[in-house]
């Protein structure tokens, strides 16, 4: 939880171990959510990691033949070893929710606190096309569907502006030397409710 730590008084557990015990026994009932599992970022399928993997070595190849990319100056190093998710964005305006696959982030911010900000490389969801098999078509052109996708926790002032709709207000004053957003909001869980820390209530 980015807005705090909780942490009790120190006691030896092995002389009393009712506050472990009891700590135990309400993890337990945890959901996972609850637990910090995040229920909009899955793993992905097999397929949609080797078309990202694939994206990602058309990218490298695109930039090594001078070619010009929509998204210059993408991060596209070694994802190897890192989990590949398909993370649900749903848009503030439309309501839609997108999908996309996500590897390593570029810039991992390693504070406990504040907005905890991470960029991703990402493909969507619906640039991957099958085969009868299951498996992405071959030759099929992913680099130039590659996208930025930035992540960050916000303050839950639901007075102040979303960093997205402030972006649309500035594009629609034309703005220059802005990012073409395609879509950002804040993240619902599947009840349809905000995804909000709670350290705050207990600090």
């Known amino acids: 939880d980015p807005s705090g730590w909780l942490v009790s008084r120190e006691y030896r557990y092995l002389e009393n171990a009712r506050p472990l015990l009891e700590f135990l026994w309400r993890y337990n009932h945890l959901s996972d959510e609850e637990r910090g599992f995040d229920p909009t970022a899955v793993t992905a399928t097999n397929a949609e990691r080797i078309a990202f993997f694939r994206a990602l070595r058309q990218y490298v190849k695109c930039v090594k033949a001078g070619e010009r990319h929509p998204v210059p100056l993408m991060h596209a190093g070694?994802?190897?070893?890192?989990?590949?998710?398909?993370?649900?964005?749903?848009d503030e305006i439309s309501g839609k929710t997108s999908y996309y696959i996500v590897a390593k982030p570029d810039g991992d911010s390693m504070s406990p606190f504040g907005p905890c900000?991470?960029?991703y490389v990402a493909l969507p969801v619906d640039a991957i096309k099958l085969a009868r098999s299951g498996e992405p078509k071959a030759g099929s052109k992913y680099a130039h569907r590659l996208v930025h996708m930035k992540d960050t926790w916000r303050t839950a002032d639901y007075g102040l502006q979303s960093e997205t709709s402030i972006h649309r207000e500035m594009s629609s004053m034309s703005v220059p030397h802005l990012s073409n957003l395609i879509r950002g909001g804040d993240v619902h869980s599947p009840n349809g409710r905000l995804q909000e820390t709670i350290a705050h209530v207990f600090a």
């Open 117 to 119: 900000t991470r960029r």
């Open 78 to 90: 070694d994802h190897k070893g890192y989990p590949v998710q398909k993370v649900a964005v749903r």
